[in-house]
């Protein structure tokens, strides 16, 4: 048992732990599943007096429990990678270990922020939360996460770029 | 959306009730609460692999079945109980209505969810894998987090002349 633990879990264990944690979250705190929310709550902690009315107007006290559900996730990842894989996990490809790839993921990372935001969620509020309700707005933002991934997934393919 | 435990309307459970006056004595048990589950999914993260940039992008190049079914299956299940929490009026521990908020359509659904799409293509992580990245101690995942903070400070600049 400790051993299967310990390897990568197939696609149908995963998938349905993933799906467990949308009615888990609900009953434990009444919280919708959602991780990019945690963004906007970071922005509006460090600065509470933004001339932006995105992060000054919003309500810290509700939006509190993001933050300890992303460190939950942190805490998470930590025990997971160090304590239940009996070998490394590479997270991100060797080609990332460099000055160019620094600059790729704040890129990336930008555009997640921005895009996540701007579309009112991310994977897990919109894909997951969002397609689970029957909210047809969620499936339009999922389709079109799935348009610009493709878009650049390929057009690196195809350009041969980085 | 209460966050702080707020009474629910009286029930004949004594015990509901006292559970009730110990999470709003103790608001933190909310947040014990949610930091558990966090800690829970941040393992189902890196334990299923959607952590992993050649996972998503395997995904992205139709190599592999791997993330599309994990991601379906999670719809899927987490419809079914979403399902059964309505039909069943399934309460919080708290004894609060589970109530889900949807989520509006807007031009921001169609033009941020492309951009999403392509940063996760670049990154290989979504909102959720970036913390469980970090808290891995994989140092270039701070990049990518920095990277995501500097969007949302972008977005809520730029958010007034955005359509929406």
């Given amino acids: ?162 | 959306m209460p966050t702080t435990d707020s009474p629910a309307p009286a029930t004949s459970a004594d015990s509901a009730t006292s559970a009730n006056i110990a999470a709003r004595a103790i608001p933190w048990a909310m947040y014990l609460r949610v930091l558990t589950v966090g800690t829970f999914f941040g393992i189902v993260l890196v334990k299923s692999e959607v952590v992993r940039w050649q996972r998503v992008h395997d995904m992205f190049l139709f190599k592999e079945a791997h993330m599309y079914l994990i991601i379906s299956t999670g719809i899927v299940v987490a419809g079914i109980f979403m399902f059964l929490i309505k039909r069943c009026g399934v309460r919080t521990v708290s004894g609060e209505p589970i109530i889900y908020k949807p989520k509006p359509f807007h031009a921001g659904v169609v033009i941020g969810g492309t951009l999403f799409g392509a940063g996760w293509a670049i990154t290989g992580a979504c909102p959720g894998p970036i913390y469980a990245q970090v808290g891995a101690g994989v140092a270039m995942a701070l990049c990518t987090l920095l990277g995501a903070l500097a969007g949302t400070y972008a977005y809520a600049y730029a958010k007034p002349h955005l359509p929406h």
Avoid: K
């Avoid at chain 1, 991780?35 to 995105?54: E, K």
């Avoid at chain 1, 559900?69 to 590479?90: D, K, M, Q, R, Y």
């Avoid at chain 1, 707005?137 to 195809?158: D, E, K």
């Fill in chain 1, 1 to 162: 048992m400790m051993q299967l633990i310990m390897e990568p879990w197939p696609w149908w264990v995963s998938g349905i732990l993933v799906g467990l944690t949308v009615p888990l979250l609900h009953i434990m705190s009444g919280q919708s599943f959602g991780i990019s929310t945690s963004f906007q709550q970071v922005g509006s902690m460090c600065t509470p007096h933004s001339r932006a009315s995105y992060l000054r107007d919003f309500d810290r006290r509700q939006g509190l429990w993001t933050l300890v559900f992303v460190v939950g996730i942190a805490v998470g990842g930590f025990v997971a990678a160090h304590l239940l894989s009996a070998s490394p996990v590479e997270f991100l490809p060797a080609s990332y270990q460099n000055v160019g790839g620094a600059i790729w993921l704040i890129v990336g990372g930008f555009l997640i922020g921005f895009g996540a935001r701007y579309a009112g969620g991310c994977t897990s509020g919109h894909a997951i939360t969002g397609i689970a309700n029957l909210n047809w707005p969620s499936l339009v933002a999922t389709i079109f996460f799935f348009v610009g991934g493709l878009a650049v997934t390929w057009g690196r393919l195809i350009l041969q770029v980085f």
